[in-house]
């Protein structure tokens, strides 16, 4: 069966209409998510879905839009009024996202999808592309099959800071950079007076897909093993699966449309070529006809017709002859101007327009974005700190078991508590005012984070750079963390150390700030080793209010990241220890914590001045003259 020519888009309004289509007439493409569309093509993009939806579905579309401020709450139960005999009462009704309503359908619009609330992503990804969904909350439970359809738009370039795990909930990925909204009343009247073409409307739907969307009944379309095999092989380092199988669902979507009975490789091709997936052009093979049967969507179709007749080749020209009748060189012709080619931009699923651009992207999420924070509480916890003796108990939260019982066992023979014990038993009476509670040390709520490269400190005294910061852990009752990196004394020189104090009062922070410089600069294992007892800091100690990351160090490191960790070179290290030191740099930035202020202190080394600034912008944080002379450094002694 030929396909009909009106099948293939013609440019990025039609091959966005495409795909809005394709998910609202394909089950399990219930997800759409386009990359870099303009904040003022969200509402046009979504009154096209709402109305393809509509004209798939034959009933009202409901929107709903899920932000930053989107709670748990907001979601999953409405309070309704109720008017009884005696008055108003409150009720709890399903939900925008609770989809049991059989009467309309559903679009929800995510604007930016970076910035959805975790109650958002966690509603993502529990409801896309799943067969079932449950909820049970606040004594209201439901359960339904979700049926609604997921727009979501977000930059490319900050698609780091998204989980892998959210995104592969989203079928079908397009790069929709570049689209403008449509001129309409005085606008086109300007564009016809200065003679521009007025640009197409998203609402020009070809009329095989109208016909596909409004038929009531889908012909049967069976996707042959060779196409499944063709769609796993286009994402062989996917482990998830997810994309082969969306990737053949659109293909099959894309058969049914044509009008075929099975989805060969040709159509997988063309779903891949429609979402930008690299994938090799289809040759048509033998008489011109697909593996499937069907002549291929491309501009190449002949409709079974021989190929046309091969044009005449222009006679070669004669070599050049010398005088005398023998065979010379080929003579060389001015070649004229040269001539400038078009550029085009070609989809190769590499690079920029990429449906999926977080394989390469920068890693600048927190750990496990989707985890809920399993201490997150509205006040400190009183049972922390380190014991400093026991009192008498108001809760029974910490309670000292063996004070209590000591504090009971001394009353155990005045005539109250005997008339309490049953038959002479010898049991403990235990009254509340025994009860005995631990009395500890408050936790430090502000913590200083150093990290020293002992490296840079040739010839300078950086105490005068490092005096506001101890002083402000000093009078603010901070802890310390301390990170030394290229020690002399280090206890491996490829690796950094660590050590925490209870205050800058630790004889050890003293010890530290006068050590001898080594020979290597583990600058990036000291970085990560940085990152990860910030991260366990704040997840462990909920009344950690703010922290201060101060770097001091020339951004020179020496020592790569795998050198650490193998504790031995293995090869020439070059710039890879400064490329490893910047991208462990990068992950502390990306925690986006507003407790957490960084500073890098310049050491002012030549050559590469330029090194800590590059880390504070890592960092996300600024950078603070140290050394004030720029005179020549004197040699390790």
Known sequence: MSAPADARPVGPRQRLLQVLACSALGPGLDGVLLFDLEPEMVAPVTD???????????R???RTTLGSVTGDDELWLRPTLRHDGNGVNFSLAPGPLVDNTPDSAMVVVVPDLVRLSLPGMRAAVQLLGADVAAVERSGFRARWRPRARWLAACQEAEIGRLSPHLLD???????AAGLRRTSSGPDRVLDALDGREPEPGLGELPPSWRNALTARTRPACTLTEEAAAHAVGLFRGDTSGRRAIGLARLARVLAVVNGAET?????????????????PLTSPTGNGRSTNGTSLATGNDTDGKPPPPEQPKP???????????????????????????????????EG???PFPEDDARFLREFAPLRIPWQRRPEPSSARGPVIGVRSATTLRD???????????????????????????GQLVVLPGDFRSYARLPVAERMLVLLLDHTCRRGWDWQPALAPYLQWAYTGRASVCLVEVGGKDAAHELRADHFIARSVLDPRVGGALHRRPGRSSPLAHGLTLTDQLLRRAFQQRSNL????????????????????????LLAPVRRTGIDDAITAAARIGAMGRMRLHSVVIDAARQPHPDLPFLLADALGGVTVAGRTTRGAIPRAH
């Open 48 to 58: 096209a879905f709402a109305g393809l939806l509509q004209l798939r579905e034959q």
């Open 60 to 62: 009202p579309v409901r």
């Open 169 to 175: 909930r989203f079928p079908i990925r397009l790069n």
């Open 263 to 279: 989805c060969g490789p040709d159509r997988v091709d063309e779903a891949a070529r429609l979402l930008g997936v690299a994938a």
């Open 315 to 349: 006679d070669p020209v004669p070599e050049d002859t010398g005088p005398a009748g023998q065979a010379g060189g080929a003579m060389a012709l001015p070649a004229g101007a040269a001539e400038a080619l078009d550029t085009f931009a070609a989809d190769t699923g």
């Open 352 to 354: 920029p327009g990429s």
């Open 399 to 425: 309670l000292a078991v063996v004070a209590t019982v000591v504090e009971a066992a001394k009353h155990q023979n005045l005539p109250g508590r005997r008339t309490l014990r049953a038959n002479g038993d």
């Open 545 to 568: 209010v703010e922290a201060w990351l101060v770097v001091v160090s020339d951004g020179r490191g020496n020592v790569p990241l795998d050198a650490s960790a193998g504790g031995r």
